[in-house]
């Protein structure tokens, strides 16, 4: 079994500052973990993937989160915030393909730019 | 970068009739997927699709639900008599493998609305 829990509904940051979501994970095995974003109107987006290669993770956008196995953290960080990052976060586990490559999503940080 | 895409982006509908909601999945890709939002909840994992038939579908995807592949292109998802639970945003996503790792790209989401 597997879940994803973020600890922040709602995150508000203004333009230029460091942005922090949270997120911690379970699960019976080695994870494949995930962030996506969703725009209004959009579909989600994958911002980074972690795959049990380096714990640092880049991601487009100036993104990256760290796997800390110890703490079954995936946290999402930026160090400047940019108004086009007003969106929706969700942190998000893969399950195993014999699982049919199942998702399980967090509930979603929504993200406010302050200008 | 290829999309994934679905129609309509909104329905409505009166409780009991049938809706069928349509994505087209990016073209070299053999994994298909239908997750759904209700508003205020997680996104939710309804099933997953390969080689023409269900690889996994949770318990939200009972009898009342069917999916297709009806000619090479599209993906299809039936609910047959519907609810006013059944009200929720629709995702359909599509991969090039079932590994567990790699990339799922999302439609934008077919918003359904049982009157």
């Known amino acids: 079994a597997q879940s994803v829990t973020q600890l922040d509904s709602h995150v508000s940051v203004s333009e230029g500052t460091p942005v922090l979501l949270r997120c911690n994970y379970s699960?019976?095995?080695?994870?494949?973990l995930f962030w996506y974003v969703q725009h209004p109107n959009k579909g989600l987006q994958l911002l980074l993937k972690?795959?049990?290669?380096?714990?640092l993770v880049k991601g487009i956008n100036g993104f990256e989160a760290e796997f800390k196995k110890s703490e079954t953290s995936f946290h999402l960080t930026k160090p400047s915030a940019h108004m086009s990052d007003a969106a929706e976060y969700f942190c998000?586990?893969?399950?195993?393909?014999?699982?049919?490559?199942?998702?399980?999503f967090g509930g979603g940080t929504r993200v406010l730019v302050k200008p | 970068e290829p999309e994934v895409t679905q129609t309509p982006s909104h329905q409505v509908t009166q409780m009991g009739q049938e809706v069928i909601l349509r994505c087209v999945p990016i073209?070299?890709?053999?994994?298909f997927y239908w997750y759904r939002q209700i508003l205020g909840q997680k996104v939710e994992f309804l099933v997953s699709?390969?080689?023409?038939?269900?690889?996994?579908k949770s318990e939200i995807f009972d009898d009342q639900f069917s999916v297709e592949r009806p000619d090479g292109s599209n993906f299809t998802l039936k609910i047959r008599s519907t609810k006013l639970e059944d009200s929720a945003m629709y995702f359909c996503a599509s991969s090039e493998e079932g590994q567990g790792y790699e990339k799922l790209f999302f439609g934008s989401g077919t918003q359904l609305s049982v009157l």
């Open positions: 972690y795959t049990s290669a380096a714990t």
């Open positions: 998000v586990v893969s399950g195993l393909k014999a699982a049919g490559n199942k998702l399980t």
């Open positions: 073209s070299n890709h053999l994994y």
């Open positions: 699709f390969y080689n023409n038939e269900i690889s996994e």
């Open positions: 699960s019976s095995y080695s994870p494949s």
